[in-house]
């Protein structure tokens, strides 16, 4: 680590108080609990270089952060797909009923999202960030935070519940129609 002797307590400090909300965010940023472990060591191996000149250290959530938004975008970028191969398909009880969707199928689904859309959605929905935070920590503008942000909504209610909404009807009226 290349903190400082005199800044090491501080940033110490810090990493031992926002770890955990930070390993939450990484894993909702990569849906895998080992990429979040790395995104979140690298991204504070980053930070710690640049400990020192964090004018305000109480603000080095935010930034800690953004850099692991942009470490986690540069690595979608670089890292190829996977698939898994699976020999069956586990039974699934058919229910009359639609249930809630759980925790797994919510990870699930957001990890069908493209990278920079499901950083949005978290950042506004998990995080609490405005639109215009959100956009700072992105580094994009606010109309790109609230199209990836509901673009992304869009595509989590469809993965989460598949059934078609029922088609709209057009209602056309003729003056014989009225009263």
Not at 30 to 37: K, N, P, V
């Amino acid at each position: 680590m290349s903190v400082r002797a005199e800044d090491r307590d501080s940033f110490t400090a810090f990493v031992q108080e926002w770890s955990p909300p930070l390993m939450r965010v990484a894993f909702l940023l990569t849906g895998d609990r080992g990429l979040a472990e790395d995104l979140l060591q690298s991204s504070l191996e980053k930070v710690s270089r640049r400990w020192r000149h964090l004018a305000d250290q109480q603000m080095a959530y935010g930034y800690v952060r953004r850099v692991m938004v942009n470490t986690h975008i540069s690595w979608r970028r670089r890292r190829a797909v996977t698939e898994v191969l699976v020999d069956t398909w586990p039974d699934v009880a058919a229910d009359d009923e639609p249930r809630p969707p759980r925790a797994g199928q919510a990870l699930a689904a957001l990890s069908h999202l493209p990278p920079r859309m499901r950083t949005a959605v978290v950042l506004r929905f998990h995080e609490g960030l405005t639109e215009a935070e959100t956009a700072q920590a992105m580094g994009c503008s606010l109309g790109s935070v609230k199209s990836q942000a509901s673009r992304g909504l869009a595509r989590l209610r469809e993965h989460l519940d598949p059934t078609p909404a029922p088609p709209r009807r057009s209602v056309t009226t003729t003056r014989e129609d009225l009263p």
